[in-house]
């Protein structure tokens, strides 16, 4: 079993930045993808970023040039760093990690998300 573990959620104004972080943990073998999701209030759940094992990200259209999801020192880790923040940003933030899990099965786990409030 994985399981996620995020920070760094918070209220802040529209320009300001935030760092989000999220752990996995649990019987990890290899660790494939780490990405963020967002859920705005009233809207689906939407992919915010995504990373490969080797570094390769991606972004949402509406977060390129402002977001930066890296991967951390500390063993199965994630961060996403949101700079110049708008009131559309505003949402739960979910942590979403796939892997192979120890023994030798894949595994897909999902954080409980953390909430990110952009104040105009």
């Known amino acids: 079993q994985v399981q996620l573990a995020e920070s760094g959620g918070g209220l802040v104004q529209v320009g300001g930045s935030l760092r989000l972080l999220c752990t996995a943990s649990?019987?990890?073998?290899?660790?494939?993808?780490m990405a963020w999701h967002r859920q705005a209030p009233g809207k689906q759940r939407e992919l915010v970023a995504h990373i490969g094992d080797k570094g390769t990200a991606t972004y949402a259209d509406s977060v390129k040039g402002r977001f930066t999801i890296a991967i951390e020192n500390a063993e199965n880790t994630v961060s996403l760093q949101m700079a110049s923040l708008r009131p559309e940003d505003t949402g739960d933030y979910y942590c979403?990690?796939?892997?192979?899990?120890?023994?030798?099965?894949?595994?897909?786990?999902w954080g409980l998300g953390t909430q990110v409030t952009v104040s105009s």
């Open positions: 649990g019987r990890i073998r290899k660790v494939n993808g």
């Open positions: 979403f990690v796939e892997g192979i899990a120890i023994p030798n099965g894949p595994f897909a786990s």
